[in-house]
Nanobody
Framework: EVQLVESGGGLVQPGGSLRLSCATS????????IGWFRQVPGHEREGVVC????????YYLDRVKGRFTIHRDNSKNTIYLQMNNLKPEDTAVYYC???????????????????WGQGIQVTVSS
């Protein structure tokens, strides 16, 4: 059974940085698509970034390109989302997601991912 647990969220001022972590279990990160999504109450869940094997091809939401970076540490079974130059519009609940044996992904299609974390709040405000 795949389990995902996010941490690292919180309150940050505009222009600040946060790093979200997603600890995984039951998952081979070399053979799984992984992603980060976010949701604001009353809005659809939005894909931020996803990465798929075999070459870690990565796709970002245009609005976060150059500010957010996904990476993984296989030795720690952990996925990270480094978020820099945060803006108030980045405020949302962030979710990590994974799907074993999936060799494609798109941030547009959250339904392709079968395993999800519980979500963590990120608030960007002065």
């Amino acid at each position: 059974e795949v389990q995902l647990v996010e941490s690292g969220g919180g309150l940050v001022q505009p222009g600040g940085s946060l790093r979200l972590s997603c600890a995984t279990s039951g998952l081979d990160l070399d053979e799984a698509a992984i992603g980060w999504f976010r949701q604001v109450p009353g809005h659809e869940r939005e894909g931020v970034v996803c990465m798929h094997p075999p070459n870690a091809q990565t796709y970002y939401l245009d609005r976060v390109k150059g500010r957010f970076t996904i990476h993984r540490d296989n030795s720690k079974n952990t996925i990270y989302l480094q978020m820099n130059n945060l803006k108030p519009e980045d405020t949302a609940v962030y979710y990590c997601a994974a799907e074993p044996q999936m060799y494609y992904c798109s941030p547009k299609y959250s339904s392709d991912f079968g395993s999800w974390g519980q979500g963590i709040q990120v608030t960007v405000s002065s």
